[in-house]
């Protein structure tokens, strides 16, 4: 029996759709746990105080400053924020992710606060919120609502907007 020559290329098209069902918000996937309005779990990420030990709680080779709150921290003071989960020793889309969270920071941090949680460092805070696959970046509103969520990497416009929209409305 022979096949069409187009059959493989079939066969990955239904493989490529049936993986993409398996991810979507309404099956047990790689869907986020935490939908947008869930309150924020009040997690006790690990932090530093001296920003040039960030290598204590992050894979990253390159010192960011995402390391001065926890997350419980900042939902007791009722400021908005960003957390990114991401673990970079091993995920190149991770290490673009946090270097444009990075960027924010550098132009926002006096107005927002930004977080990141790595995944060989910091695990049960991942196990904590549901983390499954990475990156994932979640917004958090004033109120400690989950405001947005986005998997994968995020382009830096829409990153921006997110923060403007929760700085006007904290």
């Not at 069902?21 to 746990?33: H, I, L, V």
């Not at 997690?43 to 001296?50: G, K, M, P, Y």
């Not at 696959?133 to 947005?148: C, L, M, N, Q, R």
Request: with cysteine; charged share 20%; proline share 5%.
């Amino acid at each position: 029996m022979t096949f069409p020559k187009k059959t493989p290329l079939l066969i990955l098209a239904l493989t490529a759709l049936l993986a993409l069902a398996s991810c979507s918000e309404q099956s047990t996937g790689f869907g986020a746990k935490l939908k947008i309005g869930d309150d924020a779990p009040k997690s006790a990420n690990l932090t530093v105080e001296d920003q040039n030990n960030w290598y204590e709680v992050s894979t990253m080779d390159t010192k960011v400053p995402l390391y001065k709150w926890t997350i419980a921290n900042l939902i007791e003071e009722g400021k908005p924020f960003m957390v990114v989960f991401g673990t970079p020793q091993h995920c190149t889309m991770c290490v673009d992710q946090i270097v444009r969270v990075a960027v924010m920071e550098e132009k926002y941090g006096d107005k927002f606060s930004f977080l990141h949680v790595d995944g060989y460092k910091d695990n049960n805070i991942w196990v904590e919120w549901g983390v499954k696959g990475e990156p994932w970046t979640y917004f958090v509103d004033a109120t400690g609502k989950i405001a947005s969520v986005f998997p994968g990497q995020t382009e830096l416009g829409l990153l921006e907007l997110e923060i403007e929209k929760l700085i006007s409305s904290s």
